[in-house]
């Protein structure tokens, strides 16, 4: 039988270490390129920054995976910490902000969960959701100051900032969701 082990030990570890490997592998060679040519073939019509926010979501998975299998406090952040450095260190294109953007991302994910740790163990839709939510925000506002996005035109900017909190809520929340489910399904683990 499978347990959801609230607690830090070598097994959670162990577990947010392989989440973190696995989705840091994912990101960067299987979202990464997609990314670069959808935003490739949208730089003719000017909507090419719009794909930096579709695309947003697919990057924020790390760390909801985390919270689910090792459902405590923090383990969002260092799920979504350890993907954005495996991502930086095999050739993710951002380089060391990747990391920045992991931190950041991964906390803000904990909002739906924080601060009861009940929230964490029962990963109900609506705390995955609301993490998803917040999660948007943690996407959007540092890549907004850090990559100038106040120099496009307000149009673009009201496009991207809608498409930030759909792809939060799609991909972040409704996406995981779903595949926790498929845990929950397959495994029916227990949570201590």
């Known amino acids: 039988m499978f347990t959801r082990s609230s607690k830090w030990n070598v097994k959670s570890i162990i577990l947010?270490?392989?989440?973190?490997?696995?989705?840091?592998?994912?990101?960067t060679y299987g979202f990464n390129?997609?990314?670069?040519?959808?935003?490739?073939?949208?730089?003719?019509?000017g909507f090419a920054p719009v794909t930096d926010t579709v695309f947003s979501g697919l990057?924020?998975?790390?760390?909801?995976?985390?919270?689910?299998?090792?459902?405590?406090p923090g383990s969002g952040t260092i799920g979504e910490l350890l993907a954005s450095i495996v991502e930086m260190?095999?050739?993710?294109?951002?380089?060391?902000?990747?990391?920045?953007?992991?931190?950041?991302?991964?906390?803000?994910?904990?909002?739906?969960?924080?601060?009861?740790?009940?929230?964490?163990?029962?990963?109900?839709w609506k705390s995955v959701l609301t993490g998803a939510f917040f999660a948007s925000f943690g996407c959007f506002i540092p890549s907004y100051i850090l990559y100038g996005w106040s120099k496009f035109s307000m149009q673009v900017q009201i496009v991207m900032f809608i498409t930030n909190i759909i792809s939060a809520l799609v991909f972040d929340g409704v996406l995981v969701k779903l595949i926790t489910n498929l845990f929950d399904n397959a495994l029916k683990p227990k949570v201590d």
């Open 59 to 72: 990057w924020l998975m790390a760390g909801p995976l985390a919270m689910y299998f090792v459902p405590t």
């Open 89 to 124: 260190a095999i050739g993710g294109q951002w380089g060391a902000t990747t990391i920045l953007s992991g931190v950041i991302q991964g906390a803000t994910n904990e909002i739906g969960f924080f601060p009861k740790k009940e929230r964490y163990q029962t990963f109900t």
């Open 33 to 45: 390129w997609a990314f670069n040519l959808v935003k490739m073939l949208l730089v003719p019509t």
């Open 16 to 27: 947010i270490a392989l989440i973190g490997i696995i989705m840091g592998v994912i990101y």
